[in-house]
T-cell receptor
Framework: EAEVAQSPRYKITEKSQAVAFWCDPI?????LYWYRQILGQGPELLVQ????????DSQLPKDRFSAERLKGVDSTLKIQPAELGDSAMYLC?????????????FGPGTRLTVL | AQRVTQPEKLLSVFKGAPVELKCNYS??????LFWYVQYSRQRLQLLLR??SRESIKGFTADLNKGETSFHLKKPFAQEEDSAMYYC????????????FGAGTRLAVHP
């Protein structure tokens, strides 16, 4: 069964360092999402791609976060420099298209700890 | 602003007892709502959606527009129902963006 893949699963870094997360969505899914989930809260959308284009990055802290999906397939989320408050679970999800009734399929997440 | 509220962080019941996980939303139109679930050591996954009017694993959810609620119910809880449950509302301003509640942890004791 096709699944969303993410790596690494865990990342520990020191503040001011750069980190990068990778996501490979389910094949054929045009829409890709990056969520941040802080402990005790629900996932919050950081950025959404439709194919290779960003369609929503209103909650992405653009001074330190960047995301790309160059060929409209896999995606990378980068943080530079990392801050203590960035410690969270970073979830990637994909869906067939931007239809709001479509199910989103989630990856296992990357747990980031910033020391 | 659109918002999803799950007032209980933890719901603890015994096996066989009824379960109701509360979800309230703020939205001016006719919403489509979802329940997502995360079992221990598994990824977040869709449990059910309002539009499908279905029962999944014995769970149902009814949209009450008057009370702006979409509570998740099951008449007889099982130990395998223990998980984190998130209510989610699609954002009306554009693409398929979901607004999640903070989640409720359901613990079913033997």
């Amino acid at each position: 069964e096709a699944e969303v893949a993410q790596s690494p699963r865990y990342k520990i870094t020191e503040k001011s360092q750069a980190v990068a997360f990778w996501c490979d969505p389910i094949s054929g899914h045009a829409t890709l999402y990056w969520y941040r989930q802080i402990l005790g809260q629900g996932p919050e959308l950081l950025v959404q791609f439709q194919d290779e284009s960003v369609v929503d990055d209103s909650q992405l802290p653009k001074d330190r976060f960047s995301a790309e999906r160059l060929k409209g397939v896999d995606s990378t989320l980068k943080i530079q420099p990392a801050e203590l408050g960035d410690s969270a679970m970073y979830l990637c999800a994909s869906s067939l298209n931007g239809d709001p009734y479509n199910e989103q399929f989630f990856g296992p997440g990357t747990r980031l700890t910033v020391l | 602003a659109q918002r999803v509220t799950q007032p209980e962080k933890l719901l603890s019941v015994f096996k066989g007892a009824p379960v109701e996980l509360k979800c309230n939303y703020s939205y001016s139109g006719s919403p489509e709502l979802f329940w997502y679930v995360q079992y221990s050591r598994q990824r977040l996954q869709l449990l059910l959606r309002h539009i499908s009017r279905e029962s999944i694993k014995g769970f149902t959810a009814d949209l009450n527009k008057g009370e702006t609620s979409f509570h998740l119910k099951k008449p007889f809880a099982q130990e395998e129902d223990s998980a984190m449950y998130y209510c989610a509302l699609p954002f009306s301003g554009g693409y398929n963006k979901l607004i999640f509640g903070a989640g409720t942890r359901l613990a079913v004791h033997p």
